[in-house]
Structures are given as C-alpha cells and as structure tokens.
Nanobody, 110 residues
Framework: VQLQASGGGLVQAGGSLRLSCVSSKNIFTFNAAAWYRQAPGKQREMVANITGSSSTNYAESVSGRFTVSRDIAKNTVSLQMNHLKPEDTGLYYC?????RGQGTLVTVSS
C-alpha cells in the first residue's frame, strides 16, 4: 500500500487549503486514517483522525478549523483546513494501517 498526500502550498493567514491523501488500495473502508504534521523544531502532532466508522477526532489546536473526511470510492482521505494560522505551517502527511505517506508542505504566512 502506498499513500500519497497532496494539496499543500503557500497561503496567507486566514486562508484555506484542502489536503488529499490517496491510497493505492482500498484501505479506508474499514481502517482508520490520520493526518499528522511536523513543524521545524517541534514534535510531530496528530491533527486529525477518522475511524472506519467515520468518527473523527481533532487536536485542540485545530478543532473548529479543520475537517477530516473520506471518500471510499476514490480511496481518499481529505483534510479541509480553514482559518489557517502561521503556526499551522509544517509538513503534513497521512497514515493508515501502519503506512506513512509522503508529506505535503503547508506554509502559512502572516
């Protein structure tokens, strides 16, 4: 299984981005997936996860601004990020069934 994240970029504070994580196989139907971010000099942080039954959890730092969802037909888990802040800057990547995908860089300018 391979996971590929995309959708990152440079955005001004207050803006939005939508990240996508596409799996090479249909693994999201019954398996949880999570989005993590790694910022320079900071510990890795789990920002959101979605279970096989579509329950979601968010880090306190992004709750109310980020939304995780999945499209099983497209083997995709997405992360909608609104009201972005400079502290949201980092490398975002997705994980599922012990597999970590390549990340996508998000840079939020002030």
């Amino acid at each position: 299984v391979q996971l590929q994240a995309s959708g990152g970029g440079l955005v001004q504070a207050g803006g939005s981005l939508r990240l996508s994580c596409v799996s090479s196989k249909n693994i999201f139907t019954f398996n949880a997936a999570a989005w993590y971010r790694q910022a320079p000099g900071k510990q890795r942080e789990m920002v959101a996860n979605i279970t096989g039954s579509s329950s979601t959890n968010y880090a306190e730092s992004v709750s109310g601004r980020f939304t995780v969802s999945r499209d099983i037909a497209k083997n995709t888990v997405s992360l909608q990020m609104n009201h972005l802040k400079p502290e949201d800057t980092g490398l975002y990547y997705c994980t599922s069934i012990g597999v970590r995908g390549q990340g996508t860089l998000v840079t939020v300018s002030s």
